[in-house]
T-cell receptor, first 123, second 111 residues
Framework: QVQLQESGPGLVKPSETLSLTCAVSGYSISSGYYWGWIRQPPGKGLEWIGSIYHSGSTYYNPSLKSRVTISVDTSKNQFSLKLSSVTAADTAVYYCARHGYPVWGSGSYFDYWGQGTLVTVSS | QSVLTQPPSASGTPGQRVTISCSGS????????VNWYQQLPGTAPKLLIYSNNQRPSGVPDRFSGSKSGTSASLAISGLQSEDEADYYC????????????FGGGTKLTVL
């Protein structure tokens, strides 16, 4: 059974960088599939942030691209998110998830999700 | 403002059939498949329907999906109290080098 677990600071100051890690168990990232980050502001809908392949190829939401970096560490079977210059608008529950289709783009979907971690941006 | 448009709320009584709509455009629903997610209160989203009308293992056949043109629908028959949740549609959007877009979500209340 594939399991994902997010970890990282729950509080980040404005203008600083948000950093989260997603540890994967039950499946080797090196075996394939794409891995992504999605966020959900309190009381609001879902927003895709970006995704990565085990080779390191990355894909970002155009609206966040200038501030987002996603990386992968296959030796630790985990991938990470960095979001720079955060503001209160970045306060959200951040989820990591697996794309359940081995090809990038249309046809894929998020089949396994982490439980999510709340990150609050405040001084 | 979400790229895909869903009604903010829907409701039904136990046993009823309820449908939730999702409207998009030619760059997303019109040319790509649609997925649906169910989010129970305080939990992570769960894949409910993928590729327009496919159910993952373990999802009851009370849940069904369809797509026509630039719109999609999720139907829930034999409504149960445990179906009370938020439902989100999602699709790949071909614009801006491609990216994933979601609907704003529909809160389903079982009366």
């Amino acid at each position: 059974q594939v399991q994902l677990q997010e970890s990282g600071p729950g509080l980040v100051k404005p203008s600083e960088t948000l950093s989260l890690t997603c540890a994967v168990s039950g499946y080797s990232i090196s075996s394939g599939y794409y891995w992504g980050w999605i966020r959900q502001p309190p009381g609001k809908g879902l927003e895709w942030i970006g995704s990565i392949y085990h080779s390191g190829s990355t894909y970002y939401n155009p609206s966040l691209k200038s501030r987002v970096t996603i990386s992968v560490d296959t030796s630790k079977n985990q991938f990470s998110l960095k979001l720079s210059s955060v503001t209160a608008a970045d306060t959200a529950v951040y989820y990591c998830a697996r794309h359940g289709y081995p090809v990038w783009g249309s046809g894929s979907y998020f089949d396994y999700w982490g439980q999510g971690t709340l990150v609050t941006v405040s001084s | 403002q979400s790229v895909l448009t869903q009604p903010p709320s829907a409701s039904g009584t136990p046993g009823q059939r309820v449908t939730i709509s999702c409207s998009g455009s030619s760059s997303n629903i019109g040319s790509n498949t649609v997925n649906w997610y169910q989010q129970l209160p305080g939990t992570a989203p769960k894949l409910l329907i993928y590729s327009n009308n496919q159910r993952p293992s373990g999802v009851p056949d009370r849940f069904s999906g369809s797509k026509s043109g630039t719109s999609a629908s999720l139907a829930i028959s034999g409504l149960q109290s445990e179906d009370e949740a938020d439902y989100y549609c999602a699709a790949w959007d071909d614009s801006l080098n491609g990216h994933w877009v979601f609907g704003g979500g529909t809160k389903l209340t079982v009366l």
